[in-house]
């Protein structure tokens, strides 16, 4: 067989060492430089570019620290080993920032000659993840092996490389369709002499690059260390595929991968005579009502392997080809954000495990450069979804997925309006206010939710001005309740029967009481005191709004909004002299999505009634939980209705009954910052005031990380006794409560409790 010099197919990456604080600038000037090829077209839409240089070490040095950047994305090799397998992240923590990576290379670095090579992808326009310099560029710094990029480096326009005839990916992805001419590869690039490649015509292929300016300069701007890890690389797995012959005589390969995942397909393809053309795709490639991103591989004569760089999403690989043309194997690389599922649960009931696999699926499958609302379609930072996605990281992920968190919270802030409003996604070229979700997520759910379960009062620091400069935006009407606020996109929820006048009031009432404890904990208690008081406005016109079974405003003239009825309870607005009614309500009225429906059942547990939350959890997420042919959640209840989106079946937002299960009816939540204190009151749903038998979720367990250690509880029955089975952790403290009224403070340490 012969390998492709371009991608491939083994992976190393052990030896290197990323390093700094959360998002750490860089500000001062160093003597690299950003290059590019000095021939051809480098700022167009796809370009790639080979970077190489030789560098000769009497010694190899105990530390080689490198800061490496690429506009948008680049692959490293040292000697011909793989080191850094898609480095790089879309531009920026604000419009005019870059960030850069920065690696220790000791371990794969020899004495004598060391081979530099650097493959860079410039995405050439934006969307909604990224915001396009208008440059291409690569830019690499090392002072402890005496190594800057400069006019030196040996470079070319990668000639096998271009974009795929036909659809392209939809507008919101600024990556492009990548499509390999392997007759054109340039084999052994990595480790051959720059000067051996020619071009058509017989002249130099590498020359001297192109020097665009400096560390600092623009278009790429302040330069940033990457604050979150380099990816995962899971390695390179085969599979197992079916192939059978389409009507016109090609040949349509299908091969199922273990859940949705993101990979990079890795194709073994033997043609005698070359010039095929294999189509790539997922059956994700058309979803959520769009085309997404496929690839294609013209075959060269004989045997060769190819691994399309960029990373797709599906449940399954997909390939079209012309008959002539042998697969002689099908692999992927999985890849993803560096985290781990270190949170743990299980239960009796088959239907509430399954949809927790799937959130968690959903919800790793929908992390990398930042968190996404879908990987397919958007790819894209919505707020609204982040918010939720962040309390079922708490459960589930280990500490890792926290440095992801705390790069939203800056990129929110950071990439704000004149005017002080924010909006989102972010980073990238959608700019348009969403009211509601900008409430949601700088408030409980939010920045105060991060804060309660990190401990990190200096993100919480940065963030507040912020805060307080988008409240400041928001108004009330005579009577106190607030006034509708005109985004660039007044969306609420997906679907039907809005009352938009208060899901913007509830959000905006919990908004102000996240905001009191934030001025709070910064000692703001003036500020806390303000916010206090127009919470207490807002909630009082709320109030007037209330009909005697339900809130609606008088604006309103659609079917009663369960979305409302839960903010009225989650925010406190709702008192318990109106609990009975507002349960009649949730049992009559079901419009919320699944982006809310988390929000009612928290409220419907709120209000006592933990078992129809879950019973109406088992009846509407029935059909994405059920489907066999899906590991993930969906978008919307059902999948292609344009009344929610399009329905990608990938929404992480979906999971957020997963949050529910374990802070509201497994009870685990924090009382302090950094769960230095946190509350244990389990639901536990017996006859009468029984705790014999929990008649919710039967037996069942969780544990999790978190700042201060694995939290674990465990509820057992056996033989008509039950036991609760508690691990807290060193330095911190519990309070556990029952349903029967049993209250108890936990100190560090195993405890057991027999009911």
């Not at 209250?743 to 560090?748: A, D, G, K, N």
């Amino acid at each position: 067989m012969i390998a492709t010099g371009v991608f491939p197919a083994a992976v190393s990456g052990a030896g290197f060492h990323e390093s700094g604080a959360i998002s750490a600038s860089v500000e001062e000037k160093c003597s690299a430089r950003w290059i590019v090829a000095a021939s051809g077209e480098v700022d167009t839409v796809n370009s790639w570019m080979c970077f190489r240089k030789d560098i000769t070490l009497s010694r190899v040095p105990e530390s080689a620290v490198v800061r490496i950047a690429a506009d948008s994305k680049y692959w490293l090799w040292i000697n011909g080993e793989l080191a850094v397998f898609e480095g790089g992240l879309k531009r920026g923590e604000d419009k005019c920032c870059s960030y850069f990576d920065e690696l220790d290379l000791a371990k794969l670095l020899r004495r004598g000659k060391n081979s530099i090579a650097v493959l860079v992808w410039h995405f050439g326009k934006s969307g909604f993840s990224h915001n396009d310099s208008g440059k291409a560029g690569f830019i690499l710094d090392s002072p402890a092996l005496d190594l800057r990029s400069d006019s030196t480096w040996q470079s070319c326009i990668h000639p096998a490389c271009s974009t795929c005839d036909g659809s392209l990916p939809n507008y919101r992805l600024p990556e492009s369709n990548i499509r390999f001419d392997a007759a054109r590869d340039i084999a052994g690039w990595q480790t051959s002499d720059p000067s051996a490649f020619r071009t058509s015509d017989g002249g130099r292929l590498f020359g001297d690059s192109a020097e665009r300016g400096g560390w600092g300069d623009a278009p790429w701007g302040r330069m940033v260390k990457r604050p979150i890890p380099l990816w995962k690389d899971f390695g390179v797995r085969k599979l197992r595929f079916v192939t059978e012959t389409l009507p016109n005589g090609n040949l349509r390969v299908e091969a199922p991968l273990p859940c949705n995942m993101q990979i990079t397909p890795l194709l073994d393809v033997t043609d005698n005579a070359g010039g095929s053309t294999v189509s790539i795709t997922t059956d994700h490639t058309i979803a959520g009502g769009e085309t997404n991103i496929r690839a294609e591989y013209v075959t060269a004569a004989g045997r060769h392997s190819y691994e399309s760089l960029g990373w797709m999403n599906g449940e399954k690989i997909i390939l079209e080809m012309p008959s002539s043309v042998r697969l002689n194997s099908l692999s992927y690389r999985r890849t993803g954000y560096d985290t781990e599922p270190e949170g743990r649960f299980t239960c009796d009931d088959e239907f509430v495990s399954r949809f927790w696999t799937k959130a968690l699926n959903t919800l790793y499958v929908n992390m990398r450069d930042t968190f996404f609302d879908c990987p397919d379609r958007e790819r894209a930072q919505w707020w609204g979804d982040v918010t939720v996605m962040m309390g079922e990281c708490f459960y589930t992920y280990s500490l890792s997925v926290y440095s992801l968190m705390r790069k939203a919270i800056r990129e929110l802030c950071l990439w704000r309006s004149p005017d002080g409003a924010l909006h989102s996604p972010i980073p990238g070229n959608y700019k348009a206010e969403l009211p509601g979700q900008m409430l949601a997520a700088i408030g409980p759910y939010g920045f105060w939710n991060y804060y309660m379960n990190t401990g990190d009062k200096e993100t919480l620091a940065f963030a507040y001005p912020y805060v307080r400069d988008y409240l400041a935006l928001w108004t009330t009407d005579a009577t106190g309740l607030t006034e509708f606020r005109n985004g660039g996109w007044n969306w609420g929820d997906w679907g039907d029967e809005k009352d938009m006048r208060l899901i913007y009031a509830g959000w905006h009432h919990l908004a102000l009481g996240a905001a009191a404890k934030m001025a709070d904990a910064l000692g703001k208690p003036e500020e806390s005191a303000q916010y206090h008081e127009l919470a207490g406005q807002v909630s009082a016109a709320f109030n007037l709004c209330w009909d005697g079974s339900a809130y609606r405003h008088p604006s309103y003239t659609g079917d009663t909004d369960d979305r409302v009825q839960a903010l009225a309870v989650i925010s406190g607005i709702a008192g318990p002299e109106k609990y009975n009614a507002l349960y009649r309500t949730f049992r009559e009225h079901e419009n919320a999505s699944p982006y809310m429906e988390k929000y009612v059942m928290e409220a419907l547990c709120r209000i006592g009634h933990p078992e129809y939350a879950l019973e109406r959890m088992r009846r509407r997420f029935a059909p994405m939980v059920n489907d066999p042919e899906r590991s993930t959640l969906f978008e919307g209840w059902d999948i292609g209705n344009p009344k929610y989106g399009g329905g990608t079946t990938n929404h992480a937002w979906s999971g957020g009954p997963l949050t529910v299960i374990a802070s509201e009816i497994c009870g685990i939540r924090p009382l302090k910052p950094g769960f230095t204190e946190f509350e244990i009151a389990p639901v536990i749903a017996g006859e009468g005031k029984s705790l014999t038998r929990d008649k919710l979720l039967g037996n069942w367990s969780i544990s999790f990380p978190t700042v201060s250690g694995t939290i674990s509880v465990s509820y057992r029955t056996a033989s008509g006794r039950s036991t609760m089975k508690i691990s807290v952790p060193e330095g911190t403290s519990a309070r556990l409560v029952l349903p029967d009224g049993y209250v108890s403070i936990l100190s560090s340490g195993k405890h057991t409790i027999r009911l």
